[in-house]
Nanobody
Framework: QFQLVESGGGTVQPGGSLRLSCAAL??????IAWFRQAPGKEREGVAC????????YYADSVKGRFTISRDKAKNAGFLQMNDLKAEDSATYYC????????????????WGEGTLVAVSS
């Protein structure tokens, strides 16, 4: 049963941190990625980690602030977000597939329903 379930979203002040989790049972051989979509904007790739966990990829806008990781023993992926900015506000989606076309969506075969992140003072 392939299913992705995100959690950890919420409201945080600028400069704060949040850690998003993605329950990813059955995806040991898939890359895990995070995408986000703000109101009125297209969905964009945030970060991707390959199936081995040895290679990670980031959008320029989050490099140095966000860290993607995965724990196969826990069947989970994570996105640690630090120094959050108002422009990071969006619905964040977990996806599974391959990182080859990241930050594009092509190659992502499975999607979660999203978790909302709001950065506001």
């Amino acid at each position: 049963q392939f299913q992705l379930v995100e959690s950890g979203g919420g409201t945080v002040q600028p400069g704060g941190s949040l850690r998003l989790s993605c329950a990813a049972l059955g995806f040991d051989y898939h890359a895990i990625a995070w995408f986000r979509q703000a109101p009125g904007k297209e969905r964009e790739g945030v970060a991707c980690i390959d199936s081995s966990g040895g290679n990670t990829y980031y959008a320029d806008s989050v490099k140095g602030r966000f860290t993607i990781s995965r724990d196969k023993a826990k069947n989970a992926g994570f996105l640690q977000m630090n120094d959050l900015k108002a422009e990071d506000s969006a619905t964040y989606y977990c996806a599974a597939g391959g990182c080859h076309y990241f930050p594009g969506e092509y190659g992502m075969s499975y999607w979660g329903e999203g978790t909302l992140v709001a950065v506001s003072s």
